[in-house]
């Protein structure tokens, strides 16, 4: 059965300082998001009716829309409780909670000084990104075609709309090709991450992982990395080559969308979905639940 379309579905959404009916929450085709990018947002799930991390992605979507020049009309802590309110609006337990903020169609053209920065919270039913088999056995990726750019080419350290681009140009061709999903190299050849998720490899006992110097600091890489240490596992932060992927013998990623979830090939390369991947995810499936 097809998915509803995200435009005719049923609900409620915080656009503007209001709650609207979900299908009239609309903005003009001439928006300046539309035609330059010029949009910042934060994907976020809510487990048992509380937001993950909730605080921590208001201030980066804040961090982010500074870093574009934009200013976002409410504050951090106002926003933390906005999708509080979006959530329980739509009555959602279990789900996933889109905020984001652009700019209007006051100008258009690259510059866009006098324009007003809008902002929308969005909040709907999601279970996992993967099916149970697929988080069973790992997901496949292929190479991507397209690369992180330099800190200096790109706001890199922005979660803006446009950087998202060759993901989407990525996962399309990796999927035309009956893969999950891409893996991204940086500007220098250094593996970086997945189309919208952190990597971590696995070998010896050590977890290593990309230094994110040209891609985000993902607030699940961070939160994984935390319960690593606390597991007493040993972590590197490191640049890793690409020719070093078949050393590795487990492989995962990490992601607000994909939690914690499991690879089990990258191109010619096979992984096992081994114990410490299984024993990272457990933890943080606890943890977002409040087990822990």
């Known amino acids: 059965m097809a998915s509803i379309p995200f435009d005719q579905r049923d609900g409620t959404i915080y656009l503007d300082g209001n709650m609207v009916d979900w299908k009239d929450a609309k903005v003009h085709v001439l928006t300046h998001a539309l035609h330059y990018g010029s949009c910042v947002f934060e994907g976020e799930r809510a487990y048992n009716g509380i937001i993950f991390k909730s605080q921590e992605h208001s201030e980066r979507l804040h961090k982010s829309a500074a870093i574009m020049g934009m200013k976002v009309p409410v504050s951090s802590e ?25 700019r209007g169609s006051e100008q258009m053209g690259v510059s866009a000084q006098q324009t007003t920065t809008h902002m929308a919270i969005a909040a ?33 350290q922005a979660k803006a709309a ?22 991204m190299l940086d500007y220098r050849g250094y593996v970086a991450e997945a189309t919208g998720a ?10 290593h992982t990309p230094t994110p110097d040209c891609f985000l600091n993902g607030i699940t890489r961070q ?6 240490k606390e597991m007493g596992y040993d972590l590197i932060e490191r640049h890793i080559k690409p020719e070093e992927l078949g050393d590795f013998e487990e492989c995962f990623l990490t992601g607000s969308a994909a939690e914690v979830t499991a690879v089990g090939s990258i191109a010619e390369h096979n992984y096992s979905v081994g ?15 409040g087990q822990s």
């Open 198 to 207: 952190n990597i971590f490899l696995i070998k010896n006992g050590e977890i």
């Open 78 to 102: 106002d926003l933390t409780k906005l999708k509080d309110q979006v959530l329980k609006a739509n009555n959602i337990v279990d789900g996933y909670v889109r905020a984001f903020a652009w």
């Open 124 to 156: 709907w039913d999601w279970g996992s990104y993967f099916s149970a088999e697929k988080r069973e056995n790992g997901i496949n990726l292929c190479m991507a075609q397209y690369r992180r750019p330099a800190p200096d080419m790109a706001p890199t």
């Open 223 to 228: 939160t994984v990395i935390g319960l690593a």
């Open 162 to 183: 446009g950087l998202y681009m060759i993901c989407t140009i990525s996962k399309h061709n990796a999927e035309a090709q009956g893969y999950d999903d891409a893996l």
């Open 275 to 289: 114990p410490i991947v299984r024993d990272l995810r457990d933890a943080y499936e606890k943890l977002v639940r």
